[in-house]
């Protein structure tokens, strides 16, 4: 991390970051500890969980544009929550929260069911190479996770630039019979609410097609 980073990190974390009990692994999630969203908060507000938030740029945007939701980013790299905490607090807000574990984890075990609005995966690593295709985030597996922490009618928005990615979602989202199509035809209309990052950018300047899809958690 930068000096600024590093300072953040130590300055910044009581306030912006859930202090989770660890399990086995350094970013893993004790199964039996328990997060409430209106505590962490401060405030009962609908939920937004953006999984693998990088350096923040997606989730800090959001934030800001809608002050009346509350925005939890899931991260593993403490470079990336260091820079989310830190401009967070530069702009003032107080509707963004982080934590440093396994998405998988803190869906499962963390959040209570039926609690989070929507949830984000936005660019998470396609591991292109055939050998690691099964490190992937959204795979056999991934629906009923998801599919816990969402409330009935929930949202669940990805967006990937690598197209055997998205074919895959794509497969394993519409197998699970938690979740129905919030798009017609073969892509969903790209996500408004989501700030074209630079990364995005990389992706459309190299000639990749940027996928977004959206399903709805169907009713329990």
Known sequence: MSDGQEAAWETLSDTYMFPVERDAAATSVHPDQRLDPAEFFGRDAELIVEIGSGQGHAIIHAATQAPEKNFLAVEVFRAGLARTMLDANTAGLTNVRVIEANAPEVLEHLLPEGS???????????????????????????????ARALKDGGVLRLATDWQDYADQMV?????????ERGFEGEWAERFDGRILTAFEKKGLRVGRDIRDLTYIRKAR
Do not use: M, Q, T
Not at 118 to 138: C, G, I, N, T, Y
């Open 171 to 179: 497969e394993v989202l519409d197998a699970d019979p938690d979740f």
């Open 116 to 146: 989070v609005s929507e949830v984000w995966v936005f660019f998470s690593d396609p591991w292109h190479k055939k050998r690691h295709a099964k490190r992937r985030l959204v795979r056999s597996g991934f629906g009923p996770v998801v």
